[in-house]
């Protein structure tokens, strides 16, 4: 290689350099900017993790420790000074509604799932659960307590043959056995019905002096 080729290359090579300088100084913040925002995105996810997983264990050891008082009174009153989030909130609330009917506290455990059945921060199969639990609660008042129940006890509700069932009960209660009959019969013949509900409305037909039309296979 000649000394004006090795010349020329030098100087090329330097104008490289020197329009790299150019651009670093140009543009080099937006790859430090980028690096400060990869790098404390990273850090704020894992400490979010962190925070959650936190949050969820101080819950679940409020929640253990809660339910270890034998005094349902003092039970109910730890779970409802339990701090929770999401899901959390509805297991928390049905087991302070459960400790409250245990101390036969009704009002307080009525209002207790009422507050659950209309927080929509909340999954909706919870809201459906306590509205259910709500309308189960032993009540003075008992045409509300009916009507609470037929409110659920609507075709494809979750809870409605669970529901149909209360009602079951309800009418045999109030001395009206074609009623009754008539329920759990629509409760043994339904699809979606599980072995024990089915079980449970036999017997009760059979004991209110109805009969159970097996049917008969082809």
Same mark, same amino acid.
């Given at each position: 290689?000649? %000394?004006?080729?090795?010349?020329?290359?030098?100087?090329?090579d330097e104008v490289r350099r020197d329009?790299?300088?150019?651009?670093?100084?140009?543009?080099?913040?937006?790859a430090v900017t980028a690096v400060v925002v990869l790098v404390g995105g990273a850090a704020y996810n894992e400490y979010?993790?962190?925070?959650?997983?936190?949050?969820? +264990?101080?819950?679940?050891?409020?929640?253990?420790a809660a339910m270890s008082d034998d005094d349902p %009174?003092?039970?109910a009153q730890a779970l409802a000074g339990v701090q929770a989030e999401g899901a959390?909130?509805?297991?928390?609330?049905? =087991?302070?509604?459960a400790a409250q009917q245990e101390a036969s506290d009704y009002i307080g455990a009525a209002a207790t799932l009422q507050a659950l059945a209309t927080n929509m921060d909340v999954p909706e199969i919870y809201r459906d659960l306590?509205?259910?639990?709500?309308?189960?609660? !032993?009540?003075?008042?008992? %045409?509300?307590?009916?009507?609470? =129940?037929?409110? =659920?006890? +609507? !075709?494809?509700?979750?809870?409605? =043959?669970?529901?149909?069932? +209360?009602?079951?009960?309800? +009418?045999?209660?109030e001395g009206d056995t074609e009623a009754a009959i008539a329920t759990m019969?629509?409760?043994?013949?339904?699809?979606?019905?599980?072995?024990?509900?089915?079980?449970?409305?036999q017997t009760l037909i059979v004991a209110l002096g109805g009969e159970i039309v097996v049917p008969v296979a082809e």
């Open positions: 290689m000649s %000394d004006t080729d090795s010349f020329i290359d030098e100087v090329t329009a790299l300088y150019r651009y670093i100084r140009r543009y080099g913040w937006l979010t993790k962190a925070t959650k997983v936190a949050a969820a +264990q101080a819950t679940g050891d409020g929640i253990l %009174d003092a039970r959390a909130v509805a297991v928390t609330k049905l =087991l302070t509604a306590a509205a259910f639990k709500s309308a189960t609660l !032993p009540n003075d008042d008992a %045409d509300a307590r009916k009507l609470a =129940l037929e409110t =659920l006890a +609507q !075709p494809g509700a979750p809870f409605y =043959l669970l529901t149909l069932e +209360q009602i079951g009960l309800m +009418q045999v209660e019969k629509t409760i043994s013949e339904a699809a979606g019905a599980s072995r024990g509900l089915i079980e449970r409305a």
